[in-house]
Structures are given as C-alpha cells and as structure tokens.
C-alpha cells in the first residue's frame, strides 16, 4: 500500500517553473518556496486559507549546460502544464490533493531533497544518498542483510510536511528531484521482480499465491503454479484500482508517482528520466556540487540476465488490447505529467 503521513493534512503547491533554463552549479539559488512579491518572508505568512501560496520566482542558477538546460525546463514545462490542465495542483484532502511526504528523503547538508520512486534507480539512488549521510561504500556493498532503505532511514527520518518545506525553502537553494520511468516499463519490473522471482516466504509470494488462488484456482496447489502470470497480475491490479476508492492504495513498487510523489503539489526542480539516466544524473551530481563523493551507479541489475526493456514484448504479449487501455487509465497521469506514450506497447498486445 501507499503509506501516507499523518503530517500531510495541508497542501504544497506547484508554484511557477523555471520556463527557459534549469541552471548548473548552484550559485544564488533561489528557494523552491518563495513569498509571493509583498509577502512577509516569515514562512508562516505563505499559508492562506490553510494552504500554501505558490511561489513566482525561477531558481537563478548559472548556464554552463545548454543542452542539459532546456531537457529539464521543457520537462518542467511539461508537468507544470498537465498539473494544471488536469486541476492536480489544486489543493484538496484526497490523495491526488494533498502533498505525500512520505517517501522523500532530505539531505541538508548538500540541500538535496528526493522522492524515492521504487522500480526507477531507488536501489542506485539509495546507494548515492547512504554515501552522502556517511556510509562508506565499501561497508554499504558489504550489507547483503540490511536493506539499504533501513540503513537510509536512520540517517533520513521520515519528513512531515514542514520538514519538507523547510528543505525545498532553504534560502542557500536546494535541489529537489525525482526519477521517473515509462509506467508500463516501471511496471514490467515490478512485477518480474517481485512477484515473478519472489522469494519465499515473503509479502509477494503471499500475494502471488493469493491472485493464483483468485485468477487460476486450478493451479493454485499444484507445486509448479507457485507465481502468478503478468497477465494474472494486471487483472489483480485492475480489480484493486476499480474496487477502492480512487486512486486505490497500491504496493509502493507499481503505485502511480502522482500519488507517491505528487509532483504537482511539490516543487521539483530537477526531474530525470530512466530512459536518460546516465547523462540525466551526471547533470544532477554536477549541480549538487557532489561529485567528489558520488559517481553514477547502476545496481540492482536484472533478475536472470535480460533486462526489463528487452522482456516487454514478451510479457505484454499475454495482454489483449482491451486490458492495455485499462491498464493506461491506472496510470493516465503519470504518462500525461512526464511525457510518456503507450504507442509502442499496442504492437505487442492481442487484438480479438
């Protein structure tokens, strides 16, 4: 399930995004929470009517990488855009409307402030931000035992939404990120790892048995039907988004980011792409200023050799059509708010 904060009752919202250029080096940085012009700067007069204001300024960081500059102002651009066509950044106190602390993680030392999306570099990332809290990377490769989330959060408590603010508000400027992945892709891992090669006697072979017994009754006993089809699990996915409350509380590993993250409620400043994650966060250690003590990682490789990106054909090939657009609709926002399409997937999925 989406784990929520009790400290999430009011509302950060998207103020207006650096339109031309996302800068590096931070230099005179600029808050991610600001005062509107002729506002107090005490950060108790940006509430109004209970809810934050939206800040007007662009952070002012140096140019030194154009092309790296305009990618993350047009994904900036993009998501300010379809948080507001889609009246996601209007505060509210269901999921969509309230601001998901959650999951974020805050460095304050390097003004550094994530949300840690599952199945999008997380293991790689988690590894980056443990090295950062003081963890020395050889004891970190040594933790087969110890989740290096756990580790992470003896170092990272779990933030209120105060908390929050105050990082994205800090005056000396901070960086705050987000990783994003095709959803269909992000989902494809998921599943591969944690239903199709889970392990016994954990939470998702529990769950793996309990859609066999649901979906393929007949096989559930036998000892070769011990994890559920793709098929089997998107169908067990979309009976649980159609039957709670919308959007359903899904496990963290295949929920929608607009729920995890709600990029339209927190001010990002940076947002990487997996499909880009290479030069995505070179450009982001460069712009923290860390690149004395972290270097891009890729951990957490593929179960059994094959990489998601290669399975695809394979996997939503057991899908028709029809479940492919409902599948979409789970995760609608996502695809709007980060610029993803499902074109190439409905070359892969039956048709009647």
């Known amino acids: 399930m989406v784990r929520k904060s009790n400290n999430c009752c009011l509302s950060i919202v998207i103020f207006v995004f650096p339109a031309l250029v996302i800068y590096l080096n931070v230099s005179s940085g600029g808050p991610g929470f600001k005062t ?31 092309k790296m500059a305009a990618r993350m102002a ?42 840690n999306v599952f199945k999008a570099a997380s293991s790689s990332w988690l590894f980056n931000f443990n090295v950062l809290a003081g963890y020395s990377p050889q004891f970190l490769r040594r933790q087969s035992q110890a989740p290096a989330l756990s580790l992470a959060r ?6 209120s939404l105060s908390d929050l603010e105050s990082a994205v508000s800090d005056p000396a400027g901070s960086v705050t990120f987000v990783i994003v992945r095709h959803p269909f892709e992000r989902l494809l891992s998921a599943y591969r790892d944690k239903i199709y ?45 159609r039957s709670e409350e919308s959007p359903p509380g899904l496990d963290m590993h ?15 400043n940076v947002i990487l792409k997996f499909e880009t994650l290479q030069e995505d966060q070179r450009y982001l250690i460069d712009l ?45 926002y996502d695809f709007e708010l980060f610029d993803y399409t499902m074109e190439e997937y409905l070359e892969y999925v039956r048709y009647p």
């Open 36 to 66: 509107r012009p002729g506002d107090s700067s005490s950060r108790h007069s940006r509430y109004q009517n209970g809810h934050y204001k939206p800040a007007s300024e662009p952070i002012n960081w140096t140019v030194e990488n154009d």
């Open 288 to 332: 923290a200023g860390v690149s004395h003590l972290i270097k891009p990682e890729w951990l957490n490789e593929s179960k059994g050799g094959a990489t998601t990106n290669q399975m695809i054909g394979k996997f939503y090939a057991e899908l028709s059509a029809d479940q492919l657009y409902q599948l979409y609709n789970v995760y609608k």
């Open 197 to 241: 090669n889970s392990l016994p006697n954990t939470v998702h072979r529990s769950l793996s048995s309990m859609i066999l017994r649901k979906y393929r009754p007949q096989a559930a006993n036998k000892s070769n039907s011990r994890r559920a089809t793709f098929e089997e699990f998107v169908l067990y996915l979309l009976d649980t988004f």
């Open 154 to 159: 003896v170092k990272y408590p779990r933030p």
């Open 74 to 115: 047009s994904r900036l651009k993009t998501l300010k855009e379809n948080c507001e066509k889609f009246g996601l950044s209007l505060p509210s106190n269901d999921s969509l409307h309230r601001a998901n602390t959650w999951e974020f993680l805050i460095n304050k030392q390097y003004r550094l402030v994530w949300c």
């Open 254 to 268: 295949w929920a929608p980011i607009v729920t995890f993250c709600t990029p339209c409620l927190v001010n990002f």
